[in-house]
């Protein structure tokens, strides 16, 4: 929802006369919170639902987190938008009072769902356990507050986003982007409509183009590998002039990059994916 606000107050910037009607819908992957990623049958477990609704006419955009988009959208969609790229990194989250140099003699426990995330802390604290961690960042963030976890693993734009960087019950420590490579496309929102249509062309004027080249870079490597929620895949890409760099890893370990003309950078991916 402060996703969707934040699209709204983008496209009221640019066309201040547009109404606009939230409308809320959980999806699947939101009710079966109790079931590990993993099991969920890939990223599409959170869009699906805003897909039909799109597809039947009841909805004419929806709001993503990018980083949970299917590589491939439903027939007849696109994304139109995509907003400025918020903080990318992830954050470890732990009670105040509390630092992983407290568990250097013993294990401590680690909340996440993600392989990637799994894969690319053990490399930076050996000593690390993981649970299945699910929920929205509140739950997740109670769960730790209740001791069911040492620590958390977040992403920082989403806590940005809800405000949350400096609750004063936690500890906040950003992961070194060296380490744990973001998933693809973390840290963006997307903007699905259907194709061809009044929204794609109201859509296209507030399309961050800096950010859309790097989202479609970081999705073409997952097209490559074929990626789904059971891949420790990440890539991360940056835009510095005329060119752009990217960073992909599949298995947290060894990491590769690159750097080439924004126009070559589907090549660039595939130069990357060639050395994975």
């Known amino acids: 929802m402060a996703q969707t606000e934040m699209t709204v107050k983008k496209i009221k910037e640019s066309f201040p ?9 959980a999806t699947y992957g939101d009710i079966a919170s109790d079931t590990p990623l993993s099991q969920l049958g890939g990223r599409g477990a959170f869009v699906s639902e805003f897909e039909r609704m799109l597809i039947q006419g009841d909805i004419d955009i929806a709001v993503h ?16 938008a995509v907003l400025e790229r918020g903080n990318p990194r992830d954050v470890l989250v732990m009670r105040k009072g509390t630092a992983p ?13 993600s392989q990637r ?15 299945e961690l699910r929920g929205n960042v509140g739950t997740r963030l109670a769960k730790l507050e209740a001791g069911e976890y040492d620590g958390i693993i977040l992403a920082a734009a989403g806590l940005e986003r809800l405000g949350l960087m400096n609750d004063s019950r936690f500890v906040f420590t950003e992961l070194p982007a060296e380490k744990l ?15 061809g249509g009044k929204c794609e062309r109201l859509l296209n ?6 950010t859309f080249f790097c989202f479609e870079t970081e999705r073409h490597f997952l097209k490559l590998i074929n990626a789904g929620c059971n891949i420790p895949a990440g890539a991360f890409s940056q835009i510095s002039g005329e060119n752009i760099s990217l960073t ?11 750097t080439s003309y924004i126009g070559e950078r589907f090549s660039l991916a595939e130069r990357l994916v060639e050395q994975l």
């Open 17 to 25: 006369e547009t109404d606009i009607e939230i409308i809320p819908k």
């Open 65 to 80: 987190s990018a980083k949970d988009l299917p590589v491939q959208l439903a027939e007849g969609t696109v994304v139109g």
């Open 101 to 113: 140099e407290d568990f250097h003699d013993r294990s401590f426990i680690i909340g996440t769902g």
């Open 117 to 131: 995330r799994r894969a690319g802390f053990g490399q930076i604290y050996n000593n690390a356990e993981f649970r």
């Open 181 to 195: 490579i973001s998933a693809p496309c973390q840290g963006i929102i997307a903007v699905q409509c259907r194709k």
């Open 205 to 210: 004027e507030v399309n961050h183009q800096e």
């Open 248 to 258: 992909v890893t599949a298995d947290s370990v060894k990491h590769f990059s690159g």
